[in-house]
Nanobody, 126 residues
Framework: QVQLVESGGRLVQAGGSLRLSCEASGRTLSNYVMGWFRQHPGKERRFVAS????????YYGDSVKGRFTISRDNAKNTVALLMNYLKAEDTAVYYC???????????????????WGQGTQVTVSS
């Protein structure tokens, strides 16, 4: 099993930037597709970004495309989410997810991930 721990969430002003990190333990991430999801209060968890095993393929939700960048460092067993031009509507709990996979592809459906972190709160003040 892989354990995931997110960090980096905090209060930030609108227009600012924030970098979230997800650190994995228990397994090497090089065999996992990784994703970021977020959940607004009272809402369902929604897809933010995904990155393939080798980092070559990425995919973003429409609401964050062009503002957020997902990256990974398999040697350090970490995945990051760089968030620029933050808006109030980006306020949410952000979750890191992992799924073992045998191809270099991304996954944007939350139900297809088996491993999740505990989440980190991002609050954007307007």
């Amino acid at each position: 099993q892989v354990q995931l721990v997110e960090s980096g969430g905090r209060l930030v002003q609108a227009g600012g930037s924030l970098r979230l990190s997800c650190e994995a333990s228990g397994r090497t991430l090089s065999n996992y597709v990784m994703g970021w999801f977020r959940q607004h209060p009272g809402k369902e968890r929604r897809f933010v970004a995904s990155i393939s095993r080798n980092g070559a393929n990425t995919y973003y939700g429409d609401s964050v495309k062009g503002r957020f960048t997902i990256s990974r460092d398999n040697a350090k067993n970490t995945v990051a989410l760089l968030m620029n031009y933050l808006k109030a509507e980006d306020t949410a709990v952000y979750y890191c997810a992992a799924e073992p996979i045998d191809r270099d592809d991304f996954i944007f459906v939350g139900d297809n991930y088996d491993y999740w972190g505990q989440g980190t709160q991002v609050t954007v003040s307007s």
